[in-house]
């Protein structure tokens, strides 16, 4: 009798368990699903957020973005540095105006995927106009959005910010009030008016984020923009199950793009320019992707070629590398291929530099000689070849500049001044009057207790920075306390000049030097700005630079503000790491971005041999 | 023939639960081996042993002994850091400038830096350390927190369940109440808010979270007993003789109940040695300047896909054989303090 | 019987009360600000300001404690702060794949710990008993954390025999591929504390009178332990499995995240990890919700099978 209700019991929750398989969400566009045609499949190690431009600002998020949305330039495929393109526009833009003023001229014929909400339409398909792309710019700054890269606009267009305080004061953002510096005189013409010159806003329009979103779309849909985009890219969203899987295929209404790219003298370059030359893109006609925590479920699924390309499996890379860098003989000999690249990035260790944390002294913070000296000894001390030999297990370089190799501005010469060296930097806190006391730690000069404080996550790879950073401060007898706290956290201490050492990453969001630069100045402290770093003589240099476009003399401010930044100790530059892509032998035409966007439209699938 | 009246006094409850243990070779054993445990424990803390158990002696990843040494070193490639010296950037000024050249000028050349060695008993961790003095160590500070968590969890438990089962009525309705509310909350919110609150990391902040979250089982189980008991005659006559409530639930009571309690202690000793595993997974585990066998596990699991694995197998057999002996030993109590079971 | 029904669910009311009441005031005070996540690589304060105003945080706390009571009435959350899905959505969309592993694994570990302590209890005090007691020690001594990552390692990685990770879209091969090793992790881990707990359940049976007498009356072994004991022991069996289930949804986040399954657990972590604030009242309430639910019905259960038994 009980076993019958124990069975029903089952019965009825095993019937729950289907129906709320069944309950996922609908299927985005009516396409049959899987005919024949070319497939890529790979994976991404975090979950994507969504797929609305204004709305997210993760890496994998922008690539699906990048593949949906058609910004108005881009960047040419294989040359590098990387050079702008024309994409949606038919140039490159007319700057007049002494850099003041963008006039871009669209493409005609190009349709929006069509979609239900653009009823009343013959087929429901939108051609894109000028004038989409005034809307797409204007919703970055509705506080609504509230969208992470409002900053690209911010302070930036003339009459924008006008509209965005109205907003927030009356809480609806006017889309139809017209801006002075967003402007489509006609149909297929954009004319943007900058508020002051910017020799850089070409990066800002090639942006993967800043694609054409249709009015009629984003309104139909929403809170909901984030699993409906709709764009004119070269594919759009056939299925999504949000942090699990995400399938994109062709869209079948795509403008005309043929492949064409500038491969220089590179010989691999040359080879797959060869290859691809004067095709119809896209060629793949369907991208699968799973969302895959684990590194070593990814390598498998790779291994039993469940996936075709491998973008990043940073821990294993002992697994199928060589010691010199190499792919192991056991997987080339099937074919398979690695394509090694240095991410545009920077890591660094930074010093709060202010000589109060909140309303108590900083011991680190200060410019007198002996707080340089004390930053300089913790910089010498620090283990960089510890972190890169057996945190990263050998997959990054060491970084001296802050402009990674592949950015605009980037010195491969460079040299810093500041080299790995704990016995000097013990002879230097010997020299300057941190004595050690009876426990063998320092103490400051004044005789006051010395103990610095070091941030992290809870995370599991930051506990091994912990012990490096604990190893390092040991060896000078510098007492140091670890603090751990949640990421959201962390940011928010490190905006209100709270954190006294930490390390920092920053990726490029376009290939410009500007970029990395604009993380030392004096106003962008609270920002972006960790070390909360003021220095008259790297502010006036970068003031100066921002007049300038890429050139031998912004390189020599450069490499003059660089050196400032080294002698003022406010950071210490760690390293930039190597991103190990492993192909399939049938994958065709891949080069890693420069940007970070998608390669998938650019790709080719060849003929799959038996194993 | 007369016989003689000895007065013998019939033994207490722990006497006979003593001798009883005596025959239980299982239960012997097992208190044997906690005990070896202990002992290691007290040699840690007091330094005799592992105290220099930070010191980088081996290479990285040092294999255990009996595996032989690596041929390669086991990292991957190493870009050769460049030596060529900075230059100098016209307009920049470095105020250290002079005085280290002046240093750099007074240090002799650099000591060959000291032989690692190329394998350790139990093998090393990534950075060198011996994984036989991380074991030991690990085991005092694993111990340590079981026990005093477990001591802190029963005395919450013990004194909340004896309020809420000797006073009934709002007092116990209250008392459930927040029974109810911890339990219902799911445990990895409640670990998120307490570690939260205790700002510092720590084994102190991991004793308390698993003090704070793991007291409502004791808690049903002493009120199931100060509800039975406080209805017995005993307690009626102390009434009678005019003892104070408190003096009734703790002097009277309370050795009436302690054979549960101490099976509860001893429970959750093991509980809580596990859960520190997986507070350290979640990342509120103890602090760098330490280690315990939870992090020692949660470090294995990258070497794993590496091909090491010798500080998982360290830490686990460690971990099994006193969480075995203390769980068979717990076993043996609870037979033996149970006057039901023959 | 109605009268505690009725008693009991009244009796819920408070408690998640005091549910709300302390998580509102643990969120909000050590919770994590999730506007400096959301705002990006480069935020000024007015954007903080601005997301803060967006997601309703800047309201004074009795507003967003009113506000969060209504949701618990009309179970309604709102939106993920991180992804902007309907909460409601997430939960439909992930109780599927946590059920899809968590009944197997609980179907089998308690089938096969029933017949393994039944086995037991039957020999109770041979070698044979003292054996597997001591195997299943053992067992349990082993954190779940090893079981993980060394089932995932020589199972899934070594030998290949089943995945490694990750989830299908239909029912069937979620069930047979993707669930096995996580049911297999599960049913490991559980298989050693609950042949014990059961022992014990079945010894209590053993030890009454009834038993006593139906073997006098010359019953056969394997019907006395098979029908009489097996049937009256199910009950305190079953009701620890249903006492279990509400927290084992949320608990499951470590084979969920090992894994790749995209269940509650892993939401759970994820929702966490953001200081995503909707996501986590709602798992809370719910889990808060379910198991008292569940306690009531495992109690009524009791009532039901055992007029014996006196509901408070």
């Known amino acids: 009798m009980t076993l019958v209700r124990v069975f029903t019991a089952i019965l009825l929750a095993a019937t729950l368990a289907a129906c709320g398989e069944r309950a996922s969400p609908p299927v985005v566009s009516d396409g049959a699903d899987s005919k024949a045609g070319k497939v890529l499949r790979l994976t991404f190690q975090v979950a994507e957020t969504g797929f609305d431009p204004v709305k997210v600002s993760d890496y994998y998020s922008g690539l699906v973005i990048s593949a949906i949305f058609d910004s108005l330039l881009t960047y040419d495929y294989l040359a590098r540095p990387a050079k702008l393109k024309p994409n949606i526009a038919t140039a490159l833009p007319r700057i007049t105006d002494d850099g003041k003023t963008y006039t871009l001229t669209l493409q005609q014929g190009v349709y929006f995927t069509p979609d239900p909400a653009f009823k009343g339409l013959p087929h429901n398909r939108r051609e894109l106009i000028a004038a989409d792309y005034v809307y797409s710019i204007k919703r970055f700054l509705d506080p609504k959005n509230r969208s992470p890269y409002a900053f690209l606009f911010e302070g930036k267009i003339v009459g924008l910010d006008k509209l965005a305080e109205a907003a927030k004061k009356s809480g609806r953002f006017d889309y139809d009030a017209v801006v002075a510096g967003l402007e489509a005189p006609d149909r297929y013409t954009l004319r943007i008016r900058l508020t002051e010159a910017d020799f850089n806003f070409s990066h800002v329009l090639a942006f993967s984020l800043v694609g054409a979103v249709a009015r009629e779309a984003i309104e139909a849909y929403g809170d909901d923009t984030n699993a409906h985009p709709v764009g004119t890219g070269p594919y759009r969203l056939q299925r999504y199950m949000p942090s699990s899987k995400i399938v994109l295929e062709k869209n079948p209404g795509v403008r005309d793009m043929f492949w064409h790219a500038e491969p220089g003298d590179n010989a691999a370059d040359l080879q797959i320019a060869t290859r691809m030359e004067g095709k119809k893109l896209p060629q793949i006609d369907r991208v699968e992707i799973s969302v895959m925590d684990e590194a070593q479920s990814r390598w498998l699924a790779f291994q039993r070629r469940e996936t075709d390309i491998e973008y990043q499996l940073e821990e294993l890379a002992p697994k199928f590398m060589t010691m010199d860098g190499k792919l192991k003989p056991e997987y080339a000999g099937q074919g398979i291929r690695m394509e090694r690249s240095v991410d545009a990035e920077i890591i660094y260790l930074f010093f709060n530099t202010q000589e109060k944390i909140g309303d108590k002294p900083n011991p680190l913070g200060g410019f007198t000689p002996e707080k340089i000296a004390l930053r300089r000894a913790v910089a010498m001390a620090y283990n960089i070849e510890d972190q890169i030999k057996i945190i990263r297990k050998g997959q990054a370089i060491r970084a001296y500049y802050p402009i990674p190799p592949g950015v605009a501005g980037h010195e491969p010469q460079y040299r810093n001044s500041i080299a790995y060296d704990p016995r000097l930097a013990n002879a230097l806190l010997d020299k300057f009057g941190y004595r050690r006391s009876a426990d063998g730690y320092r103490q400051q000069p004044d005789g006051k207790y010395l103990i610095l404080k070091y941030y992290s996550s809870p995370s599991e790879r930051d506990r091994q920075f912990d012990e490096l950073m604990k190893r390092s401060l040991d060896a000078i007898g510098v007492r140091v306390e670890i603090h751990k706290d949640r990421f959201a956290e962390l940011i928010k201490l490190a905006n209100q000049c709270r954190l006294m050492m930490k390390h920092a990453t920053w990726i490029a969001d376009y290939p410009d030097g500007d970029n990395f630069m604009q993380l030392l100045y004096g106003p962008n402290t609270g920002q972006t700005n960790s070390a909360c770093y003021r220095s008259s003589a790297f502010d006036a240099r970068y003031e100066k630079s921002r007049r300038m476009p890429d050139s031998a003399q912004r390189n020599q401010l450069y490499r003059e503000m660089t050196r400032q930044m080294e002698v003022d100790t406010a950071w210490l530059l760690t390293d930039s790491r190597y991103r190990n892509v492993l192909l399939q032998p049938y994958v065709i035409g891949y080069k890693k971005s420069a940007v970070n966007a998608a390669e998938w439209m650019y790709m080719d699938i060849g003929a799959k041999e038996p194993r | 023939m007369s016989a003689v009246m000895t007065h013998e006094t019939s033994p207490g409850l722990w006497a006979l639960a003593w001798r009883r243990l005596r025959r239980d070779r299982v239960g012997m054993v097992s208190l044997v081996v906690v005990c070896a445990y202990l002992v290691v424990v007290a040699a840690a803390a007091l330094g005799w042993i592992a105290a220099d158990w930070p010191r980088e002696v081996g290479v990285n990843y040092a294999p255990p002994g009996f595996a032989g040494a690596d041929a390669p070193p086991p990292q991957g490639s190493l870009t050769p850091l460049p030596t060529a010296a900075a230059a100098d950037e016209p307009g920049i000024v470095d105020p250290l400038a002079d005085v280290l050249a002046e240093l750099r000028k007074g240090l002799a050349a650099a000591p060959d830096a000291q032989a690692r060695a190329a394998t350790l008993p139990l093998g090393g961790d990534k950075w060198g350390r011996d994984v036989l003095k991380k074991v030991v160590k690990g085991t005092e500070t694993s111990l340590v927190v079981g026990m005093v968590a477990a001591l802190l969890a029963v005395l919450i438990g013990t004194v909340l369940g004896a309020y809420a089962g000797y006073y009934g009525g709002r007092m116990d309705d209250f008392l459930n109440w927040i029974y109810s509310v911890f339990t219902s909350i799911p445990y990895l919110l409640l670990v998120l808010a307490i570690a939260a609150v205790l700002n510092q990391k720590g084994t102190l902040t991991v004793i308390l979270i698993l003090g704070l979250t793991g007291w409502t089982g004791i808690f049903r189980l002493v009120r199931a007993e100060y509800l039975k008991h406080r209805t017995r005659e005993y307690v009626l006559a102390a009434d009678a003789i005019g003892t104070s409530n408190a003096q009734r639930m703790f002097a009277h009571i309370f050795p009436n109940v302690s054979h549960v309690v101490l099976v509860q202690l001893s429970l959750h000793v093991v509980l809580f040695i596990k859960s520190e595993v997986i507070l350290s997974f979640l990342g509120f585990g103890v602090g760098v300047e330490t280690v315990s066998w939870g992090s020692m596990l949660n470090e294995s699991q990258s070497e794993l896909i590496l091909g090491k694995w010798w500080q998982l197998a360290a830490a686990t057999t460690a971990m099994a054989v006193l969480v075995t002996a203390f769980s068979l030993f717990t076993d043996a109590l609870r037979d033996v303090l149970d006057p039901r079971l023959k | ?312």
């Not at chain 3, 889990?287 to 007029?307: E, G, H, M, Q, R």
Request: proline fraction near 4%; hydrophobic fraction near 55%.
């Open chain 3, 1 to 312: 019987m109605t009268a505690y029904m009725i008693r009991r669910l009244l009796q819920f009311v408070p408690t998640l009360l005091g549910v709300v009441l302390l998580v509102f005031m643990l969120f909000n005070w050590i919770g994590g600000d999730p506007a400096y996540l959301l705002a990006g690589k480069m935020s000024n304060p007015e954007q903080i300001e601005n997301i803060r105003r967006q997601l309703g945080v800047d309201q004074p706390y009795y507003v967003q404690l009113w506000i969060f009571i209504t949701q618990v009435v009309t179970g309604d959350f709102g939106v993920s702060w991180a992804t902007n899905e309907k909460v409601s959505t997430i939960f439909a969309t992930r109780l599927g794949p946590s059920l899809t592993v968590l009944l197997p694994m609980l179907i089998v570990g308690t089938l096969l710990s029933m017949v393994m302590a039944l086995l037991v209890a039957y020999r109770r005090g041979s070698l044979t008993d003292r054996a597997i007691m001591i195997g299943c020690t053992v067992g349990q001594s082993i954190s779940i954390l090893v079981y993980i990552i060394v089932f995932q390692y020589v199972f899934a990685f070594q030998l290949g025999w089943f995945p490694v990770q990750g989830w299908g879209q239909d029912f069937v091969t979620n069930l047979i591929k993707f669930s096995a090793l996580p049911v297999l992790v599960g049913v490991a881990v559980s298989l050693a504390p609950d042949t014990r707990l059961y022992r014990t359940f079945f010894l209590d049976e053993i030890n009454q009178d009834y038993v006593r007498t139906a073997r006098a009356k010359g019953m056969s072994e394997s019907r006395v332990m098979g029908v009489h004991v097996l049937r009256n022991a199910a009950i305190p069996i079953v009701t620890h499995v249903m006492i279990q289930l509400p927290a084992l949804l949320a608990g499951a986040f470590l084979i969920e995240r090992f894994f790749s399954i995209p269940g509650i657990g892993r939401e759970v972590l994820l929702a966490v990890e953001r200081s995503d604030f909707p996501v986590i009242k709602a798992v809370t309430v719910y889990v808060a919700l379910a198991t008292l639910i569940f306690n009531l019905l495992a109690d009524i259960l009791y009532k039901a099978v055992d007029p014996r038994v006196q509901l408070k």
